[in-house]
């Protein structure tokens, strides 16, 4: 495969945000109502420390009925998106499952400190424009990133806060782990 091409797989719970922040980046634009069943995947051009990449960003929807399909985005990503929401704080409980189910279709153990470089997911709390209804703070969700040697950023899908470094943070994460052990 080209390696200019990278496919990255966004998940997380129902209603976090996930088809906002991909409509955001790749159109730049705030949908106030998104399907919610929709699995949509888009292919999008962008430079990113003077590389351009091709990006397939693959939306996932998640119910129960489409377990097959999302079991085979999760294990398809060169690097995945997990983002929950910081006004709810349930939606953390669906990030740890989803990293340990995505390390382990890439045969890496969970429970082991992560690799060097680190396998390329990025942590995402969105809303952050909803401060005043925070139930994770900052604190809380950087704590659980940092056990996992994973990067946390909050984003805000409406006002368009760290959408593009979100996703640039991935990128140079997937570069990385691809490059291999630094000696
Ligand atoms: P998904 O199920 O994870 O794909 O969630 P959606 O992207 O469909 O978003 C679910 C709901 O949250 C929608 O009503 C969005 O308008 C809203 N939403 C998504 N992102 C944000 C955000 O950053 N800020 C605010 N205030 N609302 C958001
Ligand atoms: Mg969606």
């Known amino acids: 495969m080209n390696k200019n ?16 922040i991909t409509i955001r980046y ?6 106030d109502h998104y399907d919610p069943t929709l699995e949509e995947s888009y292919r999008t051009q962008v430079e990113i ?13 998640g119910q129960e009925e489409f377990k097959v399909l999302r079991d085979t985005h999760l294990s398809q990503g060169d690097g995945y998106i997990l983002v929950f929401s910081i006004i709810e704080k349930s939606g953390l409980d669906e990030i ?18 992560n690799t060097n470089p680190p396998f390329p997911i990025m942590i995402a709390g969105n809303k952050s424009d909803l401060e005043e209804y925070r139930e994770v703070p900052t604190e809380t969700a950087k704590q659980m990133a940092d056990q996992w040697g994973l990067p946390y950023i909050e984003t805000s ?3 368009g806060t760290n959408i593009s ?10 570069r990385k782990y691809k490059k291999g052990p630094t000696t």
């Open 96 to 113: 740890e499952k989803l990293r340990g189910q995505i390390l382990r279709f890439h045969d890496i153990d969970p429970t082991e400190p």
């Open 157 to 159: 899908a409406k006002n």
């Open 26 to 31: 790749v159109k730049q634009i705030f949908h």
């Open 49 to 61: 420390d003077n590389s351009v990449v091709t990006l397939d960003i693959i939306d996932t929807a």
């Open 5 to 20: 091409e990278l496919t990255i797989v966004m998940a997380g719970d129902g209603g976090v945000g996930k088809s906002c």
């Open 165 to 174: 470094e979100l996703y640039a943070e991935c990128v140079r994460m997937v």
